[in-house]
């Protein structure tokens, strides 16, 4: 009996053991995940430190105003392969965003992959028709990133990944209660923005405006007799008839009074009334249409074709990805030799034609057209760009102080002298579309660079010949299996003996 007695209560004792470590066992891989759940801590051992945020961002996400939805339109399995690349650098860095704000309901930022095929329904909702795009949408305001905006790059190939300068950039303007405004001119024939034309109309880039958060009016000058408050920028596009003396002089005082913005893009063959203001602000644009006789410089259509770019905001993405803008009938635009320097205006050509191209005076005349000297202009000697004739061109004033620069807003004006660059028909060149919002981005501000370092892009690349690859194959197939079986011998024998 004090057998059995001691043996069941063995058995009970190993029982309560036995529970005991499972409940242990529960108990800590509970509190583990408790730990996890609630006090996280995480560290980033990549040597980039390719998935943390920087203190700069954090310190914006914190406050942030408002939730932002991010949707992705880029796939995985994408048949481009920049796409596919731009899917892998991103989605590791929106994982960071989102649970940077997971904690924070009021300024969450919610992630979301979207294929508008598979899900027409739900892409028609938000309004998203567009695949490898990125969607940043915050009430009813939107902002639109493509894969090229992700990197830098360098001769048509990428060096770096900025993704977090664009990302943050894009989730301060659509979280931000203010919308930027792009007024048009109206008044003078110009192009407009409510019109469906193919060569009149503006329909498509006020949609891409909108698209990137931009709102859009026109403004007719000699009715309000002044600039409306909320303008952020001033377009005027292919201006047919005169500016009167009243509207420059609107114009003038924008500019230099109120450190306004403003992009004009002159046709030639049409008066345009504003000589003294683009003088002012070191500009001279000819009565004259550019000619080329260059075959490799003008298209089958006989649109000109940029071939000199400038290093500037405006232009650093043409002159990465090697775009060259295509316009229709040009004049000719350039610095103002005569300029006074010093007075904190800064004046750069940013797009000149070839070195054959040169300005047509009599452009009116019938029959064919050729360069007359003494006539027809052709570049100043020790100008820059040398032998070349500007097309675009942007002046900035920089407000002076003892002779020394301000570091406070000044007015900015870029002058194009074409006026079909972004019309229906050609908005939808990539290199059109990039030089007209870059310079839209530059007048605005949106060009500022937030203190975030670019990521390098690391590459590896193996290169094995046809015998190393070989042996490669042998060495995987048969001498990964053999070593198993060497060591299994081993272990075999040594328990044996």
């Not at 009970?12 to 066992?25: G, H, P």
């Not at 797009?351 to 007359?372: D, I, K, L, N, P």
């Not at 870059?438 to 203190?451: G, K």
Request: with cysteine; net charge neutral.
């Amino acid at each position: 009996m004090l057998f059995s007695d001691s043996f069941r209560a063995a058995r009970w004792v190993r029982t309560l053991n036995l529970v005991l470590q499972a409940v242990l066992f529960l108990t800590f891989f509970g509190g583990l995940n408790y730990l996890a759940g609630n006090h996280a801590w995480r560290y980033d051992l990549t040597h980039q430190r390719r998935y943390s945020l920087s203190p700069e961002t954090l310190s914006y996400l914190r406050n942030l105003p408002r939730p932002v939805r991010i949707v992705v339109t880029l796939t995985e399995d994408s048949d481009n392969a920049e796409v596919a690349q731009a899917f892998q650098d991103l989605r590791g860095l929106l994982r960071e965003y989102a649970y940077a704000t997971e904690a924070d309901e009021n300024r969450k930022i919610t992630v979301e992959y979207l294929d508008v095929y598979q899900r027409r329904r739900e892409a028609d909702q938000l309004g998203i028709d567009e695949t490898d795009r990125v969607f940043f949408l915050c009430g009813d305001k939107r902002r639109t990133l493509l894969p090229a905006e992700l990197y830098d790059v360098a001769n048509r190939e990428r060096k770096a990944f900025r993704g977090e300068q664009a990302v943050t950039s894009a989730i301060l303007d659509v979280s931000s209660p203010d919308k930027k405004k792009i007024y048009f001119i109206a008044g003078h024939g110009e192009l407009s923005p409510d019109d469906v034309d193919p060569v009149r109309g503006l329909s498509l880039l006020r949609d891409a405006l909108r698209e990137r958060n931009f709102a859009v009016d026109s403004v007719k000058l000699d009715y309000t007799r002044r600039v409306p408050a909320d303008a952020a920028l001033l377009v005027a596009v292919a201006p047919q008839g005169r500016f009167q003396p009243l509207e420059q002089e609107i114009l003038r005082r924008y500019l230099s009074d109120n450190a306004g913005r403003l992009i004009l893009l002159l046709a030639p063959g049409q008066p345009h009334g504003l000589d003294d203001l683009l003088l002012d602000w070191g500009i001279l644009v000819d009565n004259d249409v550019i000619y080329d006789t260059g075959a490799e410089n003008m298209t089958e259509e006989g649109d000109l074709l940029l071939r000199f770019l400038t290093r500037h905001p405006v232009t650093q993405t043409l002159i990465d990805w090697r775009l060259q803008p295509r316009i229709g009938p040009a004049r000719s635009v350039r610095p103002d030799p005569g300029r006074s320097l010093g007075n904190g205006l800064t004046v750069t050509t940013l797009a000149a034609t070839s070195t054959t191209a040169w300005g047509e005076v009599g452009y009116r005349m019938q029959g064919f057209h050729e360069y007359t000297p003494g006539v027809d202009i052709r570049p100043i000697p020790g100008m820059e760009p040398r032998d070349r004739l500007g097309v675009a061109v942007a002046s900035e004033r920089v407000p002076v102080r003892d002779n020394l620069p301000f570091s406070v807003r000044g007015g900015r004006l870029i002058v194009f002298g074409t006026g079909d660059m972004i019309g229906n028909s050609r908005i939808a060149d990539p290199a059109n579309q990039n030089v007209f919002f870059s310079a839209v981005n530059w007048t605005v501000d949106r060009d500022a660079q937030f203190n975030i370092p670019a990521r390098p892009i690391e590459r590896f690349q193996l290169s094995l010949s046809a015998g190393e690859l070989t042996r490669l194959r042998y060495s995987l197939l048969l001498g990964l299996p053999a070593v198993a079986a060497l060591l299994g011998l081993i272990v075999y024998w040594t328990r044996r003996n």
